[in-house]
Nanobody, 116 residues
């Protein structure tokens, strides 16, 4: 059974930084494509960033490019999202995703609130 547990959310002022972590248990971590999504109140869940298996290509939605960095530590079965220069519109519940062979697994989400 694959489980994802996010941590690191919280309240931060605009311009500040947070680092989200997501520990994945079950399956073969190195084979997963890992991603972060977010859902703001009243809006649909949207893609934020992703990182592939080796050679670990990274992808970002345009609104976070240059501010957010996704990374993975295969030894710790953990994917990270470093968020800098946070804006009010980054406020959302952030979800970790692991995908392999057509299967998607999700964490429970962690709240990020950016005060203006």
């Amino acid at each position: 059974q694959v489980q994802l547990v996010e941590s690191g959310g919280g309240l931060v002022q605009a311009g500040g930084s947070l680092r989200l972590s997501c520990e994945v248990s079950g399956g073969t971590f190195s084979s997963y494509v890992l991603g972060w999504f977010r859902q703001a109140p009243g809006k649909e869940r949207e893609y934020v960033a992703a990182i592939s298996w080796f050679p670990y290509n990274t992808y970002y939605t345009s609104s976070v490019k240059g501010r957010f960095t996704i990374s993975r530590d295969n030894a710790k079965n953990t994917v990270y999202l470093q968020m800098n220069s946070l804006k009010f519109e980054d406020t959302a519940v952030y979800y970790c995703n692991a995908a392999v062979w057509g299967n998607d697994y999700w964490g429970q989400g962690t709240q990020v609130t950016v005060s203006s």
